[in-house]
Structure formats: C-alpha cells, structure tokens
C-alpha cells in the first residue's frame, strides 16, 4: 500500500505544480507517521491505530493539515489538495485492509476502524493473501512509474517545441 500512497502525491503534484513534492508526499503518509509517532509512547501503543487510522480522526488530521497549508500558500487549491491526500489515505486503506502477513500466517492488522477502540473495522481486503499484497504493491509502483513518466515526458516535450 505504500506504493499507492506515494502514487497519489506524485498524481496530485501534476495538478497542484506549486506544492512541492516532499510536502505531498507527507501528506498522503501523514497517518503512517502518526501511527508510528504515537506507538513509542508507552501504554498508547494498542490504541495508535485508532488515533492515525480511523475514519473520524483521517477526517480530524486531514482538516488540520488544509488549516495548516493554507496560511503557507495563501491560496484554497493547495489547501484542499492536502487536505484530500491526507483522507486519501483512509480510502486506500479501506480499499486494502486487512493486511495479510507476508508469510501467510494471518494478518498484520484488522479492519480499518471508523472511530475509536470498540467502534466497527472494515475494510475490502484487496490486500488479504500474500499473493494480492505483492501484486498490489507491483499495481502501484506501476501507477507511479505512469506518472512520473507522464510528468517527465510531458516537461520534455513543452521544452522541445
């Protein structure tokens, strides 16, 4: 899922030329990094998930960082795009969890949850055998590699005429 995640803020620089790349990129994992940040923290670790994943809290994180964009550019559109990437990562999430362990004993992780600890988990399971995991991944390193021939031809071209 990593993959995907990268793919859409390499898709969305081609809209948004003015943000750069890092930042988009952070927005689209600004819940991994969460999830991450908050699991060094003694007795939280069990609840991370809830605070980085959630439905509500992708929501929370995601209003957040456009109120956190927009004074930089002074402008809606770049807010917006963070903002998007940032609950893109929920979408993606749903899309693909829960995760198999990659040597098919079970799984790395529920569903993806909604709100906080007790509240449901869902998730597609695009990513639910080892087999799906892999070629998800290969699916979304393909999309990057699109895009950023796209964007790479794309530039070459304009400066050749």
Same mark, same amino acid.
């Given at each position: ?40 923290? /003694? ?8 605070? *980085? @994943? ?6 929370? #994180?995601? %209003? &957040? ?12 559109? /770049? ?8 609950? *893109? @990562? ?6 693909? #969890?829960? %995760? &198999? ?61």
């Amino acid at each position: 899922m990593l993959a995907a995640h990268f793919a859409m803020g390499i898709g969305t620089k081609k809209f948004n030329t003015e943000i750069p790349l890092l930042l988009l990129f952070v927005s689209a994992m600004l819940p991994d990094i969460l999830l991450y940040s908050l699991s060094v923290f /003694p007795g939280f670790k069990a609840d991370a998930v809830y605070w *980085s @994943h959630g439905l509500f809290m992708c929501a929370v #994180w995601s %209003l &957040a960082a456009a109120l956190a964009v927009y004074p930089v550019f002074r402008k809606i559109r /770049p807010a917006l795009a963070t903002g998007l990437l940032v609950m *893109s @990562h929920w979408v993606l999430d749903f899309i693909s #969890w829960p %995760l &198999a362990s990659p040597d098919g004993n079970g799984f790395i992780t529920g569903g993806i949850p909604l709100m906080f600890r007790g509240s449901p988990e869902t998730g597609l399971g695009l990513f639910s055998t080892p087999a799906r995991f892999i070629a998800g991944e290969a699916t979304g390193l393909l999309v990057i590699a699109f895009f950023v021939f796209h964007i790479y031809y794309r530039g070459r071209r304009k400066n050749t005429e």
